[in-house]
């Protein structure tokens, strides 16, 4: 599958049509909140798993230091990148927590939701994809199991 064509299909059945974008700029951890497909697409590269695990075509998110300090201007201060350390969940996981905890005042629960089902959080009443730098935003065989041409 082309970049274009995981892009499409992924965004054409999300359920969530705002995303809430992390990143860590000199140990400091940042969000741009309300942003839409199209403004994180920028970010977008094309990555592959490794021949081990099948070798498929993966989308990552992945601002360079000049992205993150152009987007720092518009991000709020989150605090330090020591937020997102746990002995329980990886970093993405703990940027998920923290964001849903601190702008839902729900608990954040881990699930296995995908894209197509529900988001990964209701913020100020719509559907919120909660990504940070260096996240996989959908892989070729994920689409293409649920999603065949």
């Given at each position: 599958?082309?970049?274009?064509?995981?892009?499409?299909?992924?965004?054409?059945n999300s359920v969530a049509h705002e995303y809430?974008?992390?990143?860590?700029?000199?140990?400091?951890?940042?969000?741009?909140?309300?942003?839409?497909?199209?403004?994180?697409?920028?970010?977008?590269?094309?990555?592959?798993?490794?021949?081990?695990?099948?070798?498929?075509?993966?989308?990552?998110?992945?601002?360079?230091?000049?992205?993150?300090?152009?987007?720092?201007?518009?991000?709020?201060?989150?605090?330090?990148?020591?937020?997102?350390?746990?002995?329980?969940?990886?970093?993405?996981?703990m940027f998920e927590k923290l964001i849903t905890?601190?702008?839902?005042?729900?608990?954040?629960?881990?699930?296995?939701?995908?894209?197509?089902?529900?988001?990964?959080?209701?913020?100020?009443?719509?559907?919120?994809?909660?990504?940070?730098?260096?996240?996989?935003?959908?892989?070729?065989?994920?689409?293409?199991?649920?999603?065949?041409?």
């Amino acid at each position: 599958m082309t970049m274009t064509t995981m892009t499409t299909t992924y965004n054409k059945n999300s359920v969530a049509h705002e995303y809430w974008f992390g990143f860590v700029l000199a140990g400091l951890l940042y969000v741009v909140a309300g942003m839409t497909f199209e403004q994180l697409a920028v970010y977008f590269k094309m990555d592959h798993a490794s021949t081990a695990k099948g070798g498929f075509a993966k989308i990552r998110i992945k601002a360079r230091s000049a992205e993150m300090k152009a987007l720092r201007e518009k991000a709020l201060l989150l605090g330090s990148a020591d937020l997102l350390t746990s002995d329980h969940w990886n970093k993405g996981e703990m940027f998920e927590k923290l964001i849903t905890e601190r702008f839902t005042g729900e608990q954040w629960v881990k699930d296995s939701v995908p894209f197509w089902i529900g988001p990964d959080a209701v913020i100020n009443g719509k559907n919120v994809q909660i990504k940070l730098n260096g996240a996989e935003l959908t892989n070729e065989r994920t689409l293409a199991r649920y999603f065949p041409a």
